[in-house]
């Protein structure tokens, strides 16, 4: 079946009942212009400059082009790719965007509860025609563990069109739960059959500040990246009710190269810093 265009979801004009009917029925929210552009900018700007001091990025190019160098290639699960996702991790601005206004505001609707933004928040960068690499199909709650009423919000950095690929989902899926994995290429190492799952799938081209939020047992996927020379840059965040069951985990850094500490020695604010440790968290292991 064909991929049919992401249902627009807008806060403030649907009703929260109508977003909640949507998250509970789709298994998922599509909500253009959600995050300030501004913000998104800086941190694609911040990520894309240590892409360009490890050399990934093409001589003579502006950095926030994302333009790759030629012949360069890497994948998460690489010492070349997790020595600059170190420095990734190490982002003031990177963790700040996590707790958009827009995004808690989405999240409450759909929890009813104070939000709890999980802390080990992830970054993609996806190397132009490396599509063995493609995220496969997956459902996030396999790495989250915790409460399944997760969400994750995906959004690219920047302009995602079509020949940058960007994220699919299978509409409805799952509401029975978890599916069996099992070992795959791509981000995460695992993934879904979905040929007998009765869904199709879901997906349209983003533009800066559009965002996608999903529960933990939507099944989604990578779309390949078929740009000529072009890096997708994104973000995965999650989030949860305060109250809900979180894995210890969800707690620690992305990636577990370092401690938080680390990440936090060059920042300028203690805003972001340790933030649920001051919270009623129900940590679950
Ligand atoms: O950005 C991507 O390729 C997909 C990321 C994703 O699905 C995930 O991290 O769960």
């Not at 001589?59 to 020595?83: H, L």
């Not at 190490?90 to 700040?96: I, N, Q, V, Y």
């Not at 969800?250 to 990636?255: D, E, F, I, Y």
Request: aromatic share 10%; net charge negative.
């Amino acid at each position: 079946m064909d991929t049919e265009p992401f249902v627009p979801s807008k806060l403030g004009t649907d009703s929260p009942e109508l977003l909640r009917s949507r998250m509970a029925g789709q298994r998922y929210l599509f909500l253009p212009d959600l995050i300030d552009h501004t913000a998104i900018r800086e941190v694609r700007h911040d990520i894309l400059a240590v892409c360009a001091q490890a050399g990934w990025l093409a001589p003579g190019t502006d950095p926030d082009e994302g333009i790759a160098a030629p012949g360069v290639r890497y994948v998460a699960g690489q010492p070349e790719f997790g020595a600059v996702y170190t420095e990734i991790q190490k982002l003031e601005s990177f963790h700040a965007l996590a707790h958009q206004p827009g995004i808690l505001d989405a999240v409450r609707t759909i929890v009813q509860d104070d939000v709890l933004v999980h802390p080990r928040n992830i970054a993609r960068v996806i190397f132009p025609q490396n599509t063995d690499y493609t995220t496969p199909a997956h459902q996030d709650f396999i790495h989250i563990k915790g409460t399944a009423d997760t969400y994750t919000c995906w959004f690219p950095l920047g302009d995602c069109p079509p020949e940058l690929g960007g994220l699919a989902i299978m509409a409805g899926s799952h509401p029975d739960g978890v599916l069996p994995h099992v070992p795959a290429l791509g981000a995460g190492g695992k993934g879904v059959v979905t040929e007998p799952l009765p869904y199709h799938w879901v997906a349209s081209p983003l533009r800066t500040g559009d965002a996608l939020l999903f529960h933990s047992h939507t099944v989604h996927k990578g779309l390949d990246n078929v740009s000529a020379d072009r890096l997708r840059v994104s973000v995965d965040f999650r989030y949860q009710a305060v109250s809900a069951p979180v894995h210890p985990s969800s707690l620690l850094p992305h990636h577990g190269q370092l401690t938080w500490d680390d990440i936090y020695a060059g920042w300028k604010s203690k805003r972001y810093q340790y933030y649920w440790r001051s919270l009623p968290v129900n940590v679950a292991g």
